[in-house]
């Protein structure tokens, strides 16, 4: 550098920059060839494969324990929920005990409909197919008459005698001399009076009629007298009722070799249990 003045600058010789840039890149190219070379992969090896087993763990996870087992995962802890209380808690257990009563309380009902169906399916089946049932059972009453037009009872100890004719429907008999008997006619367009007056005006051509009033039989008012009569040679005491019921006239006359009163009880079983069906 002058002392006079400012120091000139040199011309770069041409040849000398060359020089550099070429001795640059040579050594930036030598630079590659190591870098690239430090990759080089040795015979009988995967740089892949290396890379990978890097990676791998010294130990397995699965590492079996003293007993042969494997080891269980831990389960990794996390921050515990935000509980959102709204009243559930409380409210669903009980709604839950409720429901839980109910259910058993329906069971309960359930059941008992169930065995209460299949007892009364079974009884019936029993009556259905039971050969003694309450049908056959019904035994007929005894000193009992029914023939389907009339009924009555009559005395223990007295024979029923049905085979007859028209008029008389049925005699029952103590013995010969001590009787009752029914009679039916059909009144068509007589009248009630003048047949009862008929049969009185019998009655008195062979007795004597000591007592005439009326009575309530099947709850029908009826004639009634009481005379002593005579067939033939020996006297009978005889009451006679007569009644209408359905347009027919019903005799029912008692016969007796004593005295009415005698026969009270025979006689008032029979009145008071008389029917027309």
């Known amino acids: 550098m002058s002392e006079d003045g400012p120091p000139r600058l040199r011309k770069p010789e041409k040849g000398t920059r060359k020089k550099d840039a070429s001795s640059k890149l040579g050594k930036a190219s030598a630079d590659i060839k190591e ?15 290396n890379k990978v087993n890097s990676f791998k763990s010294k130990k397995s996870f699965r590492s079996e324990d003293r007993d042969g087992s494997p080891t269980k995962l831990r389960v990794p802890q996390s921050e515990p929920k935000q509980k959102f209380n709204f009243g559930f808690e409380e409210k669903i257990p009980k709604v839950l005990r409720e429901k839980s009563f109910l259910s058993i309380i329906g069971v309960i009902i359930l059941i008992i409909l169930v065995v209460s169906t299949a007892i009364l399916f079974i009884g019936d089946k029993q009556i259905s197919t039971s050969p003694n049932n309450t049908t056959q059972q019904v035994e007929p009453l005894k000193n009992h008459y029914n023939d389907g037009n009339i009924s009555f009872d009559y005395p223990e100890g007295w024979n029923v005698s049905n085979n007859q004719q028209a008029p008389l429907i049925v005699t029952v008999a103590h013995d010969e001399n001590n009787s009752f008997s029914v009679f039916k006619e059909d009144l068509g367009t007589q009248n009630f009076t003048y047949r009862v007056a008929a049969w009185r005006s019998n009655i008195l051509a062979k007795g004597m009629i000591y ?4 009575l309530t039989i099947d709850n029908t008012t009826a004639y009634e007298l009481e005379a002593n009569y005579k067939p033939g040679d020996k006297v009978f005491a005889t009451r006679g009722i007569a009644f209408q019921k359905n347009n027919s006239l019903y005799f029912l006359i008692f016969v007796f070799d004593k005295a009415l009163i005698d026969y009270k009880y025979e006689m008032d079983k029979v009145i008071n249990s008389f029917h027309v069906n």
């Not at 870098?35 to 494969?49: A, M, R, Y």
């Not at 007592?211 to 009326?214: N, Q």
């Open 35 to 49: 870098k690239v070379g430090s990759f080089n992969l040795k015979k009988g090896e995967s740089s892949i494969t």
């Open 211 to 214: 007592y005439e009033g009326d």
